[in-house]
């Protein structure tokens, strides 16, 4: 999680900063509520960078399992090989 993290936070950073002030201060004289805001203002605005985060995220872990699954040592089982292992070749989850 805090490894790629980053590769979240850093594009929905640059979103957030690119936010019009004006239209947060306008709709809060408008009368809209803090939660609306959020909602109906700044979230429009982050959607993009928090999909172009989420796909950068998946597209490193689907590697990082590739990675594991064909140059791990025999005998180590480290998480993603263990739900690989009970999701895809036992299915069972007990």
């Excluded at 979240?8 to 939660?35: C, H, K, N, T, Y």
């Excluded at 960078?49 to 089982?77: D, H, P, Q, R, Y």
């Amino acid at each position: 999680v805090t490894v790629y993290t980053p590769f979240i936070l850093r594009p929905l950073l640059a979103a957030f900063s690119l936010v019009d002030r004006g239209q947060i201060e306008a709709a809060s004289v408008l009368g809209a509520r803090p939660f609306r805001i959020v909602r109906q203002v700044i979230l429009p605005a982050a959607v993009p960078a928090l999909i172009a985060g989420g796909s950068l995220c998946l597209l490193l872990t689907v590697n990082e399992f590739g990675i594991v699954l064909f140059i791990g040592a025999k005998g180590v089982i480290t998480l993603p090989l263990l739900i690989y292992g009970k999701a895809i070749q036992e299915s069972a989850y007990q």
